[in-house]
Structures are given as C-alpha cells and as structure tokens.
T-cell receptor
Framework: AQSVAQPEDQVNVAEGNPLTVKCTYSVSGNPYLFWYVQYPNRGLQFLLKYITGDNLVKGSYGFEAEFNKSQTSFHLKKPSALVSDSALYFCAVRDMTANTGNQFYFGTGTSLTVIP | NAGVTQTPKFQVLKTGQSMTLQCAQDMNHEYMSWYRQDPGMGLRLIHYSVGAGITDQGEVPNGYNVSRSTTEDFPLRLLSAAPSQTSVYFC??????????????FGQGTRLTVV
C-alpha cells in the first residue's frame, strides 16, 4: 500500500532561518509526490509536486522540495522563513496503480510556527 | 473559474439527523473525493469517485453515502449523524488516468458539529 509519513507534528523556526518539513514515502512503482499548505479555517492549497526529472522541485511562495529516491524522502524546504509561512503542511503521494482510481494518500500534517 | 465549491461552510446537527454536504467542481475532473480532517489524524478518505456512476469506499466510509450522477457534483450524505462524525470535511477533485500527474484541488471545507 502507498503511504507517507511526516515524523514531526510540530516544527518551530525563527524568522529568517531556513526551514525543513520532513516527509518520507512508501510506494510501489514511481512516486508522484505533493506538498500542500493549509492556513487556519481554509482548504488545502497546492505548493509543489514531483513527478519525474530534476530532484529539486520549486513551488509557490519560495518553497522547494528535494526528492531523494534512496532515502524515500521528499522534504519541503525554504531558505528564509517568514512569519506568514506559519501553517499546517501536508505531504501526499498519489497511487498510480490502476485499481485505486489514483487515490491521494496524505500524511498527518506538520504544524509550522515561524517565530518573529 | 470557481474551482471546487462546498456548501454549507458550517453546520450543527442533532444526533440522528441526516444531511447532505454538497460539492461541485467546474474543471471537468473525473476524480472526486471526500475527506474528513480530525486533529492529529490528518486527512482520511471517506469515499471517492472516478467518474459519473462510479464510486468506491475509502478508509472511513461507515455512516456515509455518496453518489455521482454528473461529472460536476459529488454529494456526501450522513445517514444518521453521530457525535463521532464531528469533523471538518473536505471535497477534492483532480484529473485521473493519463493526466494523474496533476494535483488535487480542494474546497474550503465544511465544519460539522453533531450534538
């Protein structure tokens, strides 16, 4: 079965410092990986995805993610955190086997707090 | 372009009542799904559909029904509400098949409280 794990429930970082939100995955076949952000009382917003190609993927709001096949990881990064980055972040993998309708599987989320 | 529209945004039900959460998308997506979000548990899939007339169960389907009569609409029905169904519900849609390398689009959510 496909799954993702976000090992940290909470990440705190000082404003201006680099941030990393961790994600590891387990899939059969090639992974389709996604990051989403959720601000309070809002739906999930797409940040970036890895399908194939360059292991470093750039996305919205200055975020990027590094795909590492040997470590089965897809960590979200930003060189300089902003207070406005404080939100809940979800990693997801899409199941590309035909019998599941290409379901998305989400991690449990990581709450990021950027401290001024 | 409205994207994914969910109604209502908030709802309070009494135990045993039934209701329907509405979800509509205008992107011609084949794949539509319902999730519930509970603290510490992330997003859990309730039901999903890969096209009109086709639905299937997700991880937590008990107590919920769905139907997909059109490509655009995917309503979620609570048959007899229970306090355990207090949650935030999200509808999401996406392309599938050949275009499954695309992301899911989410509605703004429905906050449901069952008393």
């Amino acid at each position: 079965a496909q799954s993702v794990a976000q090992p940290e429930d909470q990440v705190n970082v000082a404003e201006g410092n680099p941030l990393t939100v961790k994600c590891t995955y387990s899939v059969s076949g090639n992974p389709y990986l996604f990051w989403y952000v959720q601000y309070p009382n809002r739906g999930l917003q797409f940040l970036l995805k890895y399908i194939t190609g360059d292991n470093l993927v750039k996305g919205s709001y200055g975020f990027e993610a590094e795909f590492n096949k040997s470590q089965t990881s897809f960590h979200l990064k930003k060189p300089s955190a902003l207070v406005s980055d404080s939100a809940l972040y979800f990693c997801a993998v899409r199941d590309m086997t035909a019998n599941t309708g290409n379901q998305f599987y989400f991690g449990t989320g990581t709450s990021l707090t950027v401290i001024p | 372009n409205a994207g994914v529209t969910q109604t209502p945004k908030f709802q309070v039900l009494k135990t045993g009542q039934s209701m329907t959460l509405q979800c509509a998308q205008d992107m011609n997506h084949e794949y539509m799904s319902w999730y519930r979000q509970d603290p510490g548990m992330g997003l859990r899939l309730i039901h999903y559909s890969v096209g009109a007339g086709i639905t299937d169960q997700g991880e937590v389907p008990n107590g919920y029904n769905v139907s997909r009569s059109t490509t655009e609409d995917f309503p979620l029905r609570l048959l007899s509400a229970a306090p355990s169904q207090t949650s935030v519900y999200f509808c999401a849609s996406s392309y599938t098949g050949y275009w499954a390398n695309t992301e899911a689009f989410f509605g703004q959510g429905t906050r449901l409280t069952v008393v």
